[in-house]
DNA sequence: GTCTATAAAGCGATAGAC
DNA sequence: GTCTATCGCTTTATAGAC
């Protein structure tokens, strides 16, 4: 690596992970200042607004990464065909994202408590637009009640979450995962 | 009401609010000094352990109230019909517990967080409980793959309430209700 | 841009009077 | 059993040197 000047993009994933496993109230300065190997000073150079602007900009970094990466090509699917391997393409990248279940949803993380109230926007729009976005493909493929599919969908995964940590279990989201493929229209075998 | 005397078992349900909508680090002593209308001492008095205790009683609480109303009848069905018919009474609990995603489950909720370490036993205990519960009354059902649809259905509950409280739309809960029962055996008309 | 020092407030927990 | 006063620690945020 040529060199390494310290980005606010860079520190941004280091945050989302802090976030996630300590949580928003738990993720002290001190925590994040480790994490980072930033000095307070910094990180309020980069985050004036301090830990709630630390925690918009993970927000909106995840955001923009399902966006990219899962609600855009779940609209881009011309037909029922490709659809199908959008949605098939979509359980696969969050499985890979949650790593089966070991790593926390941070919108639902703070969808459960008071942080919702604080990260209202983010928190909403990530869920409805990963709701519309597959609720449109399921409709492209021809399923019944796409809306109502969709939402069945995403809550299995955030379901799956919970349940595989608090089991300590990764096959519950697999199991999980696997029950909406089904409620999707996805055979086990492939697309 | 001949008197009042403040218990520790009258206490508890107090507290069990307050971790749900506070969260465990959010719930100061301030504020379950001020929801239980109780002084700093009284609340050491009722629990020597402090917060930790308290939530520690809280979870057992509700775990006790599920073991009862939910899981025993579950485990006690001696056919295939009378199992149905504790899997439906199942749903409309949950429904009416969780206030169709309006309460949080404050097991789901120490899951997802640091909480999960420290009440762990009680966390795992909860959902094990009532993943096997529901997965015998769907084995004397007749039902296929009992666990793996007692996993997916509790999974949709967990995640119901998280999506109902990001989108700020209880009907999401209810549509994540409706697909658990669907993959419990149940129509949506009756048992 | 990065750091340390420090301010100001809130936290959980304890002590001891009543 | 209930209360208030207080300890000691941690928190976020700021100020200012470099």
Request: charged letters at 20%; glycine letters at 10%; aromatic letters at 8%.
């Amino acid at each position: 690596m040529a060199k390494s000047p310290t980005t606010r993009d860079a520190v941004v994933p280091v945050l989302a992970e802090v976030f996630r496993e300590h949580g928003y109230e738990g993720a002290s300065m001190a925590i994040l200042q480790e994490a980072t190997g930033l000095g307070r000073g910094s990180l309020y150079h980069f985050f004036p607004g301090g830990k709630e602007e630390m925690a918009a900009a993970v927000l909106a970094d995840i955001g923009a990464w399902f966006r990219e990466g899962v609600f855009v090509p779940l609209h881009a699917a011309p037909d029922a065909p490709s659809a199908r391997q959008g949605i098939s393409s979509m359980f696969d990248e969050v499985d890979a994202y949650f790593r089966s279940g070991r790593r926390v949803c941070l919108q639902g993380m703070f969808a459960l408590g008071r942080e919702r109230d604080l990260f209202d926007d983010a928190v909403r729009g990530y869920f409805i637009e990963w709701v519309d976005a597959l609720a449109a493909a399921l409709q492209t493929a021809n399923t019944d009640d796409p809306t109502g599919r969709a939402v069945q969908v995403v809550s299995s995964v955030q379901g799956g979450i919970a349940l595989s940590r608090a089991l300590n279990d990764p096959s519950a989201f697999t199991t999980a995962l696997d029950g909406a493929r089904s409620v999707a229209g996805l055979t086990p075998g492939g697309v």
